[in-house]
């Protein structure tokens, strides 16, 4: 791998998107803020303005860093420069990861601290948090992977729609795994077997996906 | 060290509609090739292959000594690639994406870009989403001129420019083409544009290279020849001959293959010699296209660079 040229590539990325990332980690902040309000209100708000707020990060990114490069045209530009390929998927999983890991990290962390400092949510909803933030996570990564592999705002769109409305599907069928949903309501976290499977099959998912993606990459004969 | 700028050899890649068959193509160091073909008659697909961004399906290719698309990465330090569908980020400024280019190449010129940036008028500050086409154009040239690169690779640089843009493109890279080390694929279908810039001239068409000959050879080889006959005067099937048009008493010839004898070769059939008129490049390269087209479909095959049946 050209590790020059591939932080050359990210630095494009943040470069050119450092202002609407920059608002993002602002809501994120706000939503942190409401979040340790002692108000049921503010947590609500806190909680769907962070999770909004990573959910529009992942579609930004997967839109600006990788839609717009075929649709603007500079992708010609990119590939001009000295690059491979498989140089050019590298710069885009590295972008779409950490430019998504940041706001997530934050959302997770925020989200476990509150339902640990507050004396009216239970600690058993760490668990079942924990397993929904992640399945953001691996939706982000279904998405950029499609898009990169597909090239195509079409299925783009499409991977993003399905997964915005599989969330609250894969919250109803979360809450009611056993192991999971007994548990939710307890006033202590249970980190059972059934949560390390569930945490364990999103990881792999996340791995596989990646790993089908530099596959399919390296298989490709036309980039542009 | 080879001395070829780029070999190609027996590159082929077919798509659903469209198949570009057995390219044979080569540059010498210190040369400039024109590349002339219609709309889709492969010299996109062509260039992209040589960048290593298209794989072909057979063949052989070597940019600088590189095998493509293997050693792209180390052939492209050396390539100076811009596209008419090329853009530059439309957010960043012309001097965001000259210090971008200064951070990657080392051989980056700061001052011949600077000069780039006087003559082309551009002015650094502007963000690309504000420039015109012809702008864009030249601050896309801007990134790959002062890159001083050994190989030039211009895919219909100058299409869409207005005639002003179009001189100082030209006039831009007449001046790189003062540099005897520096080796230029400029593909286009405009012929003038070509005319005035290459000394080898290649024309493809329907996937097929049908020529490619040094510019000189070119225009010295093809003639129109304007006779006067008789309705008794039976003209030979000559060699070279692409097109032989008769009505009434006159008769016009195009010819690829023009020596002083092929006139005595008609007046001695009894023709009388009108004019024998010098023939522009686009004339031949319509004319060789034509011919070329005629030879597939009368026969299924291609002709080779001497008119004779493949």
């Given at each position: 791998m050209n590790a020059l040229m591939i932080k050359k590539l990210v630095s494009i990325d943040w470069y050119l998107n450092r202002l609407p990332l920059t608002i993002y980690a602002i809501v994120g902040l706000l939503a942190l803020v409401l979040l340790n309000m002692p108000s049921i209100a503010a947590f609500y708000v806190g909680t769907v303005l962070i999770v909004s707020a990573v959910i529009v990060v992942g579609s930004h990114l997967v839109f600006v860093t990788l839609v717009r490069d075929r649709k603007s045209q500079t992708l010609a530009f990119v590939m001009s420069l000295p690059v491979s390929f498989m140089d050019y998927t590298m710069a885009k999983v590295i972008t779409n990861l950490v430019g998504f890991l940041l706001p997530w990290l934050v959302l997770v962390l925020g989200t476990l601290m509150v339902i640990h400092t507050s004396e009216t949510i239970p600690n058993g909803l760490m668990p079942f948090s924990v397993i929904l933030l992640l399945e953001l996570f691996v939706a982000h990564v279904l998405v950029f992977t499609v898009t990169l592999v597909s090239e195509s705002e079409v299925w783009a769109i499409v991977v993003t729609t399905i997964c915005n409305i599989s969330v609250s599907l894969f919250c109803f069928f979360v809450a009611n795994l056993v192991g999971i949903g007994e548990h939710m309501q307890a006033t202590h976290a249970v980190f059972n077997g059934t949560f390390a499977a569930v945490i364990a099959i999103e990881l792999l998912c996340i791995i596989s996906l990646i790993t089908m993606t530099f596959i399919l990459q390296s298989r490709k004969k036309d980039f542009i | 060290m080879s001395d070829l700028a780029f070999n190609l050899s027996g590159v082929s890649k077919t798509y659903q509609?469209?198949?570009?068959?057995?390219?044979?193509?080569?540059?010498?160091?210190?040369?400039?090739?024109?590349?002339?073909?219609?709309?889709?008659?492969?010299?996109?697909?062509?260039?992209?292959?040589?960048?290593?961004?298209?794989?072909?399906?057979?063949?052989?290719?070597?940019?600088?000594?590189?095998?493509?698309?293997?050693?792209?990465?180390?052939?492209?330090?050396?390539?100076?690639?811009?596209?008419?569908?090329?853009?530059?980020?439309?957010?960043?400024?012309?001097?965001?994406?000259?210090?971008?280019?200064?951070?990657?190449?080392?051989?980056?010129?700061?001052?011949?870009?600077?000069?780039?940036?006087?003559?082309?008028?551009?002015?650094?500050?502007?963000?690309?989403?504000?420039?015109?086409?012809?702008?864009?154009?030249?601050?896309?040239?801007?990134?790959?001129?002062?890159?001083?690169?050994?190989?030039?690779?211009?895919?219909?640089?100058?299409?869409?420019?207005?005639?002003?843009?179009r001189h100082e493109v030209l006039n831009e890279l007449m001046d790189v083409l003062l540099d005897d080390e520096r080796s230029i694929l400029f593909s286009s279908h405009n012929t003038g544009d070509i005319e005035q810039l290459c000394d080898q001239i290649t024309f493809i068409d329907k996937g097929r290279i049908i020529q490619s000959q040094?510019?000189?050879?070119?225009?010295?080889?093809?003639?129109?020849?304007?006779?006067?006959?008789?309705?008794?005067?039976?003209?030979?099937?000559?060699?070279?001959?692409?097109?032989?048009?008769?009505?009434?008493?006159?008769?016009?010839?195009?010819?690829?293959?023009?020596?002083?004898?092929?006139?005595?070769?008609?007046?001695?059939c009894g023709a009388v010699v009108r004019a024998v008129e010098v023939m522009t490049l686009e004339e031949i390269f319509v004319a060789e296209v034509q011919s070329s087209r005629q030879a597939v479909n009368a026969y299924g095959k291609t002709t080779d660079s001497k008119g004779a049946i493949a």
């Open positions: - | 509609h469209f198949e570009l068959s057995d390219i044979n193509l080569q540059l010498q160091k210190g040369s400039v090739m024109g590349f002339i073909g219609a709309n889709g008659a492969g010299k996109s697909t062509t260039i992209r292959i040589l960048m290593g961004l298209i794989h072909a399906d057979s063949g052989e290719v070597n940019v600088l000594g590189h095998h493509m698309p293997k050693e792209q990465v180390s052939a492209k330090w050396k390539i100076g690639y811009a596209s008419e569908d090329m853009r530059l980020y439309d957010k960043a400024t012309i001097g965001w994406h000259m210090d971008f280019m200064q951070s990657i190449y080392a051989d980056w010129d700061a001052d011949y870009a600077k000069m780039l940036l006087q003559r082309f008028d551009l002015i650094p500050q502007q963000a690309i989403k504000g420039l015109s086409h012809g702008q864009r154009v030249k601050a896309g040239l801007l990134m790959v001129l002062a890159r001083r690169p050994q190989l030039l690779i211009l895919d219909e640089p100058t299409t869409g420019l207005d005639p002003v843009a040094d510019k000189e050879t070119f225009l010295d080889s093809w003639r129109r020849i304007r006779l006067d006959i008789n309705q008794d005067t039976i003209l030979p099937k000559l060699q070279g001959v692409v097109e032989q048009r008769q009505s009434g008493h006159q008769a016009v010839i195009t010819t690829k293959l023009f020596d002083d004898q092929l006139s005595e070769t008609y007046q001695k």
